[in-house]
């Protein structure tokens, strides 16, 4: 680990340290030549960062303790360029605070040194980190997502999230078709990048974020009486909620009755009433797992429905592939990995409540289920499936239906 941030650190305050240097020679001598992006050398696989067999071949250079040396040099010139008001040093100082093997003092610092860091008059737009910039004078949403950049990377800043709180209050004056797709990027955004449970102000934006669209979410997406991408059907007698899904299924929608349910805002399924009208969207509903942030969010079409905090596999036993629901059960029994079955209820049973089976031609055995340890959700701990608040298993439950396409993703 220590060889990894060493490499990100050093190769890109030597190229760094040179370049204003090489760029004002050039300057004085007309040749105009660009100062080098930093940005784009921040990637282990473009840094070369070395194997495991590598990682573990003793330092001809004098090992840890040399290591050590060069790494908290080049963190000095970095904290210096902070200092500095250096805009490549703010993009480069949020780039390493979205990285899950930082460590807890380099965060520590680099988020005090960005945090007091001055805020210069004007700063360019910049490809990987938030620019420094008065929200209030941003009155454009699609703006300030722009100048979040693509990943929740402003989330690990006091001015990042300043900035997503502008879009958040932007977000409020909208009507709700254009609100839910922004709400909708921003809160992918969020999915995009590590999160750990120790980042409590990130976590702390996440659901704020979320509860404003969620609110949005549920009064336009679960409108009953919206008949926009919809088909629908007229409740006669002898109708119930699962024999109108299953005639949906036949007309090719993926869709159960618990899902009609909430998509109506039906609440007691038993009481439809003849000449009800119940709606049934043609956008698929699916999910996507982002497993750096763990986040999970279910779509209608292409907009956030619900956003959920999970857990899922230790040494990344989750795959990052597709998966499909092929079954939906409640109160299971739990068959471990020795042999052994307990039973629904039992405390050896992992599974909680509620377990959403996934198949993939790969992979079996995987599915999302409930846990008796909910300090393990946000963190990779389980053998490979996803884990879930009790409350939000059993709204996954009856939201996704089967046939849904569960997609895993490792964006960094």
């Not at 904290?79 to 965060?107: I, P, V, W």
């Not at 038993?270 to 982002?290: M, N």
């Not at 992992?350 to 409930?370: E, M, Q, T, V, W």
Request: charged share 25%; aromatic share 6%.
């Amino acid at each position: 680990m220590r060889r990894v941030l060493l490499g990100l650190f050093v190769v890109g305050m030597v190229l760094w340290a040179w370049s204003p240097w090489a760029g004002s020679d050039a300057l004085a001598n007309g040749a105009g030549a660009p100062r080098t992006d930093l940005s784009a050398m921040l990637m282990p696989d473009e840094l070369g960062a070395p194997s495991p067999s590598q990682g573990d071949t003793p330092d001809p250079a004098g090992g840890p303790a040399a290591a050590d040396v060069e790494l908290e040099r080049a963190f000095a010139i970095l904290l210096q360029r902070l200092a500095e008001r250096d805009a490549e040093a703010t993009a480069q100082a949020q780039r390493l605070l979205g990285r899950s093997d930082l460590t807890a003092e380099h965060r520590t610092r680099l988020q005090s040194a960005v945090a007091v860091a001055p805020v210069p008059e004007t700063t360019p737009p910049l490809v990987t980190g938030v620019p420094s910039v008065n929200p209030a004078t941003l009155d454009d949403v699609d703006a300030v997502l722009e100048k979040l950049g693509p990943s929740n990377a402003f989330l690990h800043t006091a001015e990042g999230r300043a900035l997503g709180r502008r879009a958040l209050e932007l977000l409020q004056k909208l009507k709700d078709e254009p609100a839910l797709d922004a709400g909708t990027k921003l809160l992918e955004r969020c999915m995009m990048g590590a999160i750990e449970r120790s980042h409590g102000d990130a976590i702390g934006f996440v659901d704020e974020a979320y509860k404003q669209h969620k609110a949005r979410a549920d009064r336009t997406l679960c409108d009953p009486t919206s008949v926009v991408r919809s088909r629908s059907h007229v409740v006669v007698r002898g109708d119930s909620l699962a024999k109108i899904a299953g005639q949906f299924r036949r007309e090719g929608v993926a869709i159960d009755e618990t899902s009609l349910a909430i998509l109506n805002r039906i609440h007691n399924a038993a009481a439809i009433r003849p000449g009800q009208r119940i709606r049934c969207p043609i956008d698929p509903l699916r999910a996507v797992l982002e497993k750096r942030s763990f986040l999970l969010a279910v779509y209608l079409g292409e907009r956030i429905l619900r956003l959920y905090w999970v857990g899922h596999g230790a040494d990344d036993k989750t795959p990052v592939t597709e998966f499909v629901v092929v079954d939906k059960l409640k109160d299971p029994d739990w068959y471990s990995p020795d042999g052994q079955v307990y039973p629904a209820g039992s405390p050896e049973n992992i599974l909680g409540r509620y377990f959403l089976k996934f198949d993939n031609p790969s992979y079996s055995g995987f599915g999302a289920h409930g846990t008796p340890k909910p300090e393990t959700v946000g963190t990779m701990s389980s053998m490979g499936c996803i884990r879930m608040y009790d409350a939000d298993i059993a709204d996954l439950y009856n939201l996704l239906p089967r046939k849904a396409k569960v997609e895993v993703r490792d964006s960094k």
